[in-house]
């Protein structure tokens, strides 16, 4: 039996679910999120908790056991309390601003660099230097955040570049230091 799948999801008050076939429907206080499982998996809903079996011990039951049984629950803890992410500009002159409700960077480049918001994310700039991005979705705030990042990934010399908070860097000695 698969140890994270044979967990229950616990259906906090204040989200709805709705399975339909191997479709779950989430609504909460921070959004809708809808997702699509494999139908061999078996997902019911009982009083306040959600339980995930899989129909044998094939393989591929096995492999999306656990698989499904966490995605279900990132889906119900993003639309209670949301998820986030926080990116920190390191650089002379690197900073970050709102515009409306995209976000403008300036990052070394000759031109400022304007990524615009998609559906569910929020940005916040509590300093020039940080970016907080948050919204119901794990996969969509990681991936913003990390498309973010790719603008200007830190590099290694000096450490200049866009990085996660808490994210080390590990740090080259330059050409200068190299011994004769």
């Known amino acids: 039996m698969s140890r994270i799948g044979k967990h229950p999801v616990t259906v906090p008050a204040g989200v709805e679910v709705a399975i339909n076939g191997s479709t779950v429907t989430v609504k909460g206080p921070k959004g ?3 997702r699509e499982f494999d139908p061999i998996m078996i997902i019911k809903h009982e009083g306040d908790q959600i339980i995930v079996e899989r129909p044998d011990d094939s393989r591929k ?3 999306l056991h656990g ?3 966490t995605l279900v629950h990132n889906m119900v803890e993003g639309v209670a309390n949301g998820f986030s992410k926080k990116l920190q500009l390191v650089g002379v002159g690197y900073r970050a601003a709102l515009k409306g409700k995209d976000l ?10 304007l990524f615009s918001c998609p559906d569910n994310i929020t940005f916040e700039v509590p300093t020039q230097t940080e970016i907080v991005v948050s919204g119901p ?6 991936q913003v955040a ?3 990042r790719a603008w200007r990934k830190p590099e290694p010399y000096k450490g200049k570049g866009i990085r996660y908070e808490g994210e080390r860097i590990r740090r080259k000695l330059g050409k200068a230091a190299k011994g004769d």
């Not at 403008?104 to 660099?113: A, F, K, R, T």
């Not at 979705?137 to 990681?142: A, D, F, M, R, T």
């Open 137 to 142: 979705s794990k996969e969509q705030v990681g």
């Open 104 to 113: 403008e960077m300036q990052l070394g480049y000759s031109h400022p660099v």
């Open 146 to 148: 990390a498309n973010i």
């Open 61 to 63: 039951a096995k492999s």
């Open 67 to 69: 698989l499904t049984r």
């Open 32 to 34: 809708e999120l809808t």
